[in-house]
């Protein structure tokens, strides 16, 4: 008998449809649903995140929505912890914890037995590093970080100066890859997950992000970003994130709208095609192409059915 918590995960790339399938999928099983995105956890952050809306949950309770201010940071360790005692809680009440969404290592991190290295760093080199990065050298940073590194270069992005200076930090200090720091854990999973995530022909998808992109302009997302702007959020984690970095280019005057919108939806896209890249290299997950919307319905089934069989449930429908 497995005495392990039950768990449903969704995955899959930005707009391939999460938020709608999901919510089929939490009627059938009782389930509630946790965010698995880095950035829904921040106040205000709505459109440009693709926040739920409260109409469009039809009951189902959502956990891990405005938990941050902006100005906050909000680190995977964090995520972690608060993740896995809403779990605790959500099988307490007898119903199913579900976790919906794209931003692989925070799900990871919960899934597997995923362990933090507290470690000391090294000021000097660091600001060493900083120093170049702020002389324009990110770029050559990130190739060295290829060279000592590749695995972890695979899984940072290269303007994501932060973490390609700590990738570069910990093999200073110990000589051991940052990547290898997880491949000793137990990859046996914590929970009795079903693991699912959703795909799509590349070329709808693509449409389907440029599409969404027009729609977020429509319903606003350029007076949320500036209204991080004008109120000084800026530097932070939190508008580092698709969508507002772009804008607050044009905001900054380095770029026209128009730009920045194309900017947006060229990041997005390939924000996408890394997500793919990482559920497909780090996770065990069992896909189901939405590609054809005419089959959506049938698909949910099988989706519900796998689950239901997986976990030994009895589905709602």
Known sequence: ?????????????????????????????NAEIISGDSMQVYKGMDIGT???????????PHHLLDIRDPRESFSVAEFQAVVRKKIDEITARGSIPFIVGGTGLYVQSVLYDYRFTEMEGDPSFKYELEQRAAAGESAELYKELQAVDPDSAVDIHPNNVKRVIRAL?????????KSEQSKAENKDLLYDTALIGLNMNREKL?????????LMMEEGLLEEARYFYDNGIREVQSVQAIGYK???EYFAGNLTLDAAVELLKKNTRRYAKRQFTWFRNKMDVTWFDMTDEGEHLNKIEQIIDFIAGKLEIKSNT
């Open 169 to 177: 930090e910990i093999h200073h200090l110990t000589g051991i890859k």
């Open 50 to 60: 693709a926040k739920i809306r409260p109409e469009e949950m039809q009951g189902i």
């Open 206 to 214: 693509y449409k389907r992000i440029n599409k969404r992109v027009d």
């Open 246 to 248: 772009e804008l607050y």
């Open 1 to 29: 008998m497995n005495d392990k918590e039950k768990l449903i995960v969704l995955v899959g790339p930005t707009a391939v449809g999460k938020t709608k399938t999901s919510i089929e999928i939490a009627k059938a099983f």
